[in-house]
């Protein structure tokens, strides 16, 4: 006798973002990594800002991120720089659902949200993704509402949640694996697959120059954990204070300092970079992947 549970199956909105993690583990992709790009839906984030605040703007820009090879966009309707204003969820609903809507059929989209109820409406109007700056540590609800629609998830450590601005303690890469071990408790508990959960070291949240170096000098430490990894350094503040020495560089002249940040993590096997430069980053890891396979054991 067929039951309602067979009528209504659950939802799989994390499907295709666990085939292409697979496809790239597995080697099936083009690029060594895969590129999330950024879509900023709002009037204060610290790089662009403004740029794409409204939807039919933010829609045109992430189709052209996916023309220049983004794997897949991550659309943010909420500032989480440092000192951002707190945006009611009502209104970072209506900056973001309508871009989720015009671009779900066309790519895989990603949500970039601390907030259930924000997540749960995203997923329902069609988000494969949510990337959840608080690494489902924030709002109980969280890896609930993930769970229930089968989605993917990004789990990112933070050591400056709520407002705080500390400092990760002591061995970045050890607090980091802590965070992560709760965090995946959280999601297991909640039912999420494994198959569709990244794990995100946090780069610009509550971390120092030094602690970021480390751990970017220190990211096939994370191998250990046995999922991918994404990072997501790029235009962030510790690369201005690197590449510009005593007067930290302006937020739009950090390219080349996010480029080396991320062909070294994904020498390291870092499954995603998450970025503004789409092109560029195509381009470099192009160039990565013809210097791997001119190895004479890559033609053997």
């Known amino acids: 006798m067929t039951t309602p549970d067979n009528l209504h199956p659950a939802p799989d909105r994390g499907r295709a973002f666990a085939r292409l993690l697979a496809d790239r583990r597995d080697g099936l992709t083009a690029l060594a990594a895969l590129i999330m790009g950024i879509v900023n839906v709002t009037p204060d984030s610290f790089s662009d800002g403004g740029r794409f605040d409204d939807a039919e703007r933010a829609v045109a820009h992430a189709r052209a991120l996916v023309a220049q090879g983004a794997d897949l966009v991550d659309v943010g309707g909420e500032s989480t720089r440092p000192g951002a204003t707190p945006v009611p969820q009502e209104e970072e609903l209506r900056r973001i659902l309508p871009v989720i809507a015009a671009l779900t059929a066309e790519t895989i989209v990603s949500v970039d949200t601390a907030h259930a109820a924000v997540a749960d409406a995203a997923l329902a109007a069609g988000a494969h993704v949510i990337n959840d700056i608080t690494g489902l540590?924030?709002?109980?609800?969280?890896?609930?509402?993930?769970?229930?629609?089968?989605?993917?998830?990004?789990?990112?450590?933070?050591?400056?949640?709520?407002?705080?601005?500390?400092?990760?303690?002591?061995?970045?890469?050890?607090?980091?694996?802590?965070?992560?071990?709760?965090?995946?408790?959280?999601?297991?508990?909640?039912?999420?697959?494994?198959?569709?959960?990244?794990?995100?070291?946090?780069?610009?949240?509550?971390?120092?120059?030094?602690?970021?170096?480390?751990?970017?000098?220190?990211?096939?430490?994370?191998?250990?954990?046995?999922?991918?990894?994404?990072?997501?350094?790029?235009?962030?503040?510790?690369?201005?204070?690197?590449?510009?020495?005593?007067?930290?560089?302006?937020?739009?002249?950090?390219?080349?300092?996010?480029?080396?940040?991320?062909?070294?993590?994904?020498?390291?096997?870092?499954?995603?970079?998450?970025?503004?430069?789409?092109?560029?980053?195509?381009?470099?890891?192009?160039?990565?992947?013809a210097i791997r396979n001119a190895r004479p054991e890559a033609q053997a």
């Open 137 to 289: 540590q924030g709002e109980p609800q969280m890896a609930q509402a993930i769970a229930a629609h089968g989605a993917g998830v990004v789990i990112m450590h933070n050591s400056g949640m709520f407002g705080s601005s500390h400092g990760t303690e002591g061995d970045p890469v050890l607090a980091c694996m802590s965070f992560f071990e709760k965090s995946l408790g959280i999601a297991a508990r909640a039912g999420i697959a494994t198959d569709r959960i990244v794990l995100d070291p946090g780069f610009g949240f509550g971390k120092s120059v030094e602690q970021s170096l480390q751990l970017l000098a220190r990211i096939d430490e994370f191998a250990a954990i046995g999922l991918p990894i994404l990072i997501g350094t790029s235009r962030k503040t510790f690369i201005g204070r690197v590449t510009g020495g005593g007067e930290p560089r302006p937020v739009d002249d950090r390219l080349a300092g996010t480029l080396a940040t991320n062909i070294v993590a994904v020498q390291a096997n870092a499954a995603i970079v998450r970025v503004h430069d789409v092109a560029e980053h195509a381009d470099a890891l192009r160039m990565l992947a």
